[in-house]
């Protein structure tokens, strides 16, 4: 087993610039730094008789198919992405798995959280590229902010994102942080002060446009983001996706010989979403509204609450 990685809305965590645990080929991972690299390592992983394949990203969708499609004795799986034809019509392939998360029911707690802690009464949040892997988060937080203003008679408003019209701010790519810093900006001056970037390290731009201003939080995306960058006391929560446990899962069942095609999507129900500790704002969040969070989450869990979003998997 061996991993290839490319650019994606999830900042591939620390850990995996390692080398993973592997089995039969005991390979190393490959960082790919440009999309010339993508199929050349894929096909490289391949030729040294590797069992299983993870791509990290949707921008690997193509060269981690193909892979698939002339290698059919060995499993493939690919994180944020599933499979399409020229004409993006859905493709199954016997031996490629998509690993997918539900990030949107995560994303409605946290911007329930947003609205509920916002002091201004304006929240804002902006992607990398608008993909459904991106749109989704915004889909959801949209969706918490509503309730939020629903449950309350508030009229927090978010910026950023029209769930509706499925448009809004991008920064155009996920490695531009001077962009993600300039957005920010221009949130903050109309009065943003709870923001979540779904952007990966273009995230970073708008941590360093929140720590220049008074008041200013961020939910973070992917991981938490509390531990995983220097801006810690920024953090009001992050969502979480537990690509770890679905990548275990993937390795045990392709160990196994139960490896299949069905896709993995990561919920609140399994685990593979998530909100992360509210940790330095712990004491400031009201009991009521952390309450009301638990409660929401339980009743996504129960199917009593069901968080819609054109990009779910």
């Known amino acids: 087993m061996a991993s290839t990685t490319s650019p994606s809305t999830s900042p591939v965590p620390r850990a995996w610039k390692q080398p993973l645990p592997t089995w039969a080929c005991r390979r190393p991972s490959t960082e790919s730094t440009s999309d010339a690299d993508y199929a050349t390592n894929v096909n490289t992983l391949v030729g040294q008789g590797c069992n299983l394949t993870i791509g990290v990203g949707f921008l690997l969708e193509d060269s981690i198919q193909t892979g698939a499609e002339e290698n059919p004795d060995a499993n493939f799986a690919l994180i944020d992405s599933s499979f399409s034809d020229a004409d993006f019509a859905p493709v199954e392939l016997d031996n490629a798995k998509p690993l997918l998360f539900n990030t949107a029911e995560a994303s409605f707690l946290a911007g329930y959280l947003a609205a509920g802690m916002s002091e201004s009464g304006t929240v804002a949040t902006f992607g990398g590229i608008q993909l459904p892997s991106v749109a989704i988060f915004m889909d959801g937080f949209s969706d918490g902010v509503d309730m939020y203003n629903e449950d309350n008679s508030a009229e927090v408003e978010l910026l950023g994102w029209d769930k509706e019209a499925q448009n809004g701010s991008f920064s155009g790519d996920?490695?531009?942080?001077?962009?993600?810093?300039?957005?920010?900006?221009?949130?903050?001056?109309?009065?943003?002060?709870?923001?979540?970037?779904?952007?990966?390290?273009?995230?970073?731009?708008?941590?360093?446009?929140?720590?220049?201003?008074?008041?200013?939080?961020?939910?973070?995306?992917?991981?938490?983001?509390?531990?995983?960058?220097?801006?810690?006391?920024?953090?009001?929560?992050?969502?979480?996706?537990?690509?770890?446990?679905?990548?275990?899962?993937?390795?045990?069942?392709?160990?196994?010989?139960?490896?299949?095609?069905?896709?993995y999507v990561g919920t609140l129900e399994n685990g593979g979403v998530g909100i992360a500790e509210f940790h330095d704002f712990e004491g400031d969040v009201p009991a009521e509204l952390s309450e009301q969070i638990e409660t929401y989450k339980q009743q996504i869990i129960d199917g009593e609450l069901v968080i819609e979003s054109p990009n779910a998997p």
């Open 174 to 263: 996920f490695d531009n942080q001077s962009q993600g810093q300039t957005l920010t900006e221009q949130f903050i001056a109309q009065g943003a002060d709870v923001i979540m970037p779904v952007a990966g390290p273009v995230g970073l731009g708008a941590a360093a446009a929140a720590e220049s201003s008074d008041g200013v939080k961020l939910v973070w995306v992917d991981s938490d983001g509390y531990n995983t960058t220097e801006y810690g006391d920024l953090m009001l929560t992050s969502v979480v996706k537990e690509i770890g446990a679905a990548v275990e899962s993937t390795i045990s069942e392709s160990v196994d010989g139960s490896f299949s095609n069905e896709p």
